[in-house]
T-cell receptor
Framework: EAGVVQSPRYKIIEKKQPVAFWCNPISGHNTLYWYLQNLGQGPELLIRYENEEAVDDSQLPKDRFSAERLKGVDSTLKIQPAELGDSAVYLC??????????FGEGSRLTVL | DAKTTQPPSMDCAEGRAANLPCNHSTISGNEYVYWYRQIHSQGPQYIIHGLKNNETNEMASLIITEDRKSSTLILPHATLRDTAVYYCIVIGFGNEKLTFGTGTRLTIIP
């Protein structure tokens, strides 16, 4: 069974540029999460989807971050414009059972 | 959700049992204890969870004290591939929001 797939694996951009990350969850997993992980810290939840509905986006900085999950499968996380402080790893996860999340390898963003 | 406290780092000799402690003194009756680990440059991986009984699976054992204020994750025969950051998380059923702390960095020594 394929795991959670994320792309790109690495991205380097200059500040003020836009960037997008893509996530393909495990087939059949209705719940999808985007997490942010800064160096030396644990992951922090940005947004959670149940099918195509964002049910928890309280931690998503909506002035520059946006996310969508069309058709309740793949999801895209966008940052526009990127700032230096956005440099981090962006993790996508999916689940079908409470508490048991399957994470992708993450997308490492460097903003110069 | 209850706050957890873990030591920042631990070492364990290869082949020995690794015992990772977690304090969660404010845990409430309907909250579960979950353990995840994160190997370098990978996403976190689910290990095991429990409510009040001890649990065992192919990866590890989870021992929860009778008062549920602390727990221990046991890796019975640690290998070099078990070197990772281990996160102890307490979450109430239906919350759906796993909150990761800074975890314990476990280093397996050859």
């Amino acid at each position: 069974e394929a795991g959670v797939v994320q792309s790109p694996r690495y991205k380097i951009i200059e500040k003020k540029q836009p960037v997008a990350f893509w996530c393909n969850p495990i087939s059949g997993h209705n719940t999808l999460y985007w997490y942010l992980q800064n160096l030396g810290q644990g992951p922090e939840l940005l947004i959670r989807y149940e099918n195509e509905e964002a049910v928890d986006d309280s931690q998503l900085p909506k002035d520059r971050f946006s996310a969508e999950r069309l058709k309740g499968v793949d999801s895209t996380l966008k940052i526009q414009p990127a700032e230096l402080g956005d440099s981090a790893v962006y993790l996508c996860a999916s689940s079908t059972e409470f508490g048991e999340l399957f994470f992708g390898e993450g997308s490492r963003l460097t903003v110069l | 959700d209850a706050k957890t406290t873990q030591p920042p780092s631990m070492d364990c000799a290869e082949g020995r049992a690794a015992n990772l402690p977690c304090n969660h003194s404010t845990i409430s009756g309907n909250e579960y204890v979950y353990w995840y680990r994160q190997i370098h440059s990978q996403g976190p991986q689910y290990i095991i969870h429990g409510l009040k009984n001890n649990e065992t699976n192919e990866m590890a054992s989870l021992i929860i004290t009778e008062d549920r204020k602390s727990s221990t994750l046991i890796l019975p025969h640690a290998t070099l591939r078990d070197t990772a950051v281990y996160y102890c998380i307490v979450i109430g059923f239906g919350n759906e929001k796993l909150t990761f702390g800074t975890g314990t960095r476990l280093t397996i020594i050859p």
